[in-house]
């Protein structure tokens, strides 16, 4: 990892939780970095990405694919999905992805991009590339990836690194 | 019956805490369920749809889909 990385926070749950939020995220870096590692207690594949605690004003395209078909999709609202492994995944496997958002303590409408995966061995997979437009000027200083329902199960983690251009 | 809870980790501190969601925190996680809700059903709605095109399409073409696929490698 290039050394203009830097760890801001973590979290390893303990216990299972709806919502993990990163809050009082400085303004000194270029852009932030969030990777995750998410396992869901329900059927669920999603999660509503909230931005200094708005929910609105989000649009996106994405592409994505199962291992049997693919797709693309716009959309209007904050649910992401393929973030997490559903409970009928393969027991024990979480999902790999993570969120750049580029710029993201300046003064212009806020984008960011995703790439997202699950896996389900021997069965099938889901993966999604995603560019996003939150449509706020504000600089970002809260994340939170939240569930719409059901947990985030013990031991998902989210890690936020903040990126200096130099 | 206690609000479920959510992680906040203050980035400026390290700190990390357990919240209990408020209120309006649930009946916003309701509102995004119905939403994903509602468009897995449209996706459902196509990928079925969809399905059906391929299968009238292949029919009145008098191949299977395996043959189908041959024309198309």
């Known amino acids: 990892m290039a050394n203009t990385f830097e760890l801001i926070a973590s979290s390893t749950l303990g216990s299972a939780a709806t919502n993990i939020e990163f809050a009082s995220i400085p303004a000194t870096f270029t852009d932030l970095k969030l990777v995750y590692s998410l396992r869901s207690d329900n059927g669920d594949d999603y999660f509503a990405l909230t931005l200094n605690g708005s929910s609105s004003s989000f649009t996106s395209r994405d592409i994505q694919g199962n291992g049997s078909s693919a797709s693309s999709a716009n959309r209007t609202d904050n649910l992401l999905v393929y973030t997490q492994d559903p409970s009928s995944m393969t027991a024990n496997t979480f999902s790999s992805g993570e969120l750049y958002f580029p710029n993201y303590a300046g003064s212009t409408n806020k984008s960011f991009s995703q790439d997202t995966a699950y896996e389900n061995n021997g069965t099938g997979a889901g993966m999604a590339l995603r560019a996003g437009l939150w449509s706020n000027t504000a600089a970002i200083t809260t994340i939170r990836i939240a569930k719409a329902s059901g947990n985030f199960v013990q031991y998902s983690t989210a890690y936020l690194y903040g990126v200096k251009n130099a | ?73």
């Open chain 2, 1 to 73: 019956m206690p609000n479920p809870t959510r992680i906040e980790i203050d980035c400026s501190t390290g700190i990390e805490s357990i919240i209990e969601l408020t209120d309006a925190e649930v009946a916003e996680m309701a509102a995004q369920a119905a939403i994903a809700e509602e468009r897995k059903a449209e996706a459902d709605a196509k990928a079925q749809a969809d399905a059906q095109a391929k299968a009238a399409l292949l029919e009145r073409l008098g191949i299977t889909a395996d043959e189908a696929k041959l024309l198309l490698a």
